[in-house]
């Protein structure tokens, strides 16, 4: 039985806590629904930020809702070198030892002491789906995507749940070397 996946390219985001958005936006300010994204209750924001780092920043950072536990910032390694921070590879959420970065929003100023990662590639199971294919939660996979630039990736994250909808999440980078984009599907070969 074939094993395909929908394939999401992750784009450079950031996630915030409430606290944070407040301090970036105003006292009581909740974040605004610009479009739904593949995992059920989230939302891209109409709200951005920028975000500065020690070589550069970039400007209209997009704000991923809701409201998170802890504030992350997500970006490519190419994103990394470019606004010179040393971002390591990490699953989402998993933020400790990893560089800060300083926010800013049209009403305050956020420094972050953590929270800069390369997102780990993963895929997001509905348990359902993981128990049909016989996949574990933090399983590692390799996966094939097909095209004229196809290429396998190894050390795809399994990343099992009763709220994820199937769907695997590259970033960019790893994107634009398969020549792969969003709504693109690829094969759990291993």
Known sequence: ???IVPVGVSARHIHLTQEDIETLFGQGYKLTEFKPLSQPGQ???NETVVVKGTKGQFDKVRILGP??????LE???TDAFAIGVKAPVRESGRIDGTPGITIQGPAGEVQLEQGVIVAARHI???TSDAEQWGIKDQQLLKVRLGGERGLTFDNVIARVSESFALDMHI??????AAGAKTGDTAEIVE
């Open 124 to 126: 997001h199971f509905h």
């Open 75 to 77: 970006i490519s390694r």
């Open 171 to 176: 970033d960019t980078d790893e994107a634009n």
């Open 1 to 3: 039985m074939s094993k």
């Open 67 to 72: 409201a998170r536990p802890a504030s992350q």
């Open 43 to 45: 939302f891209a924001a």
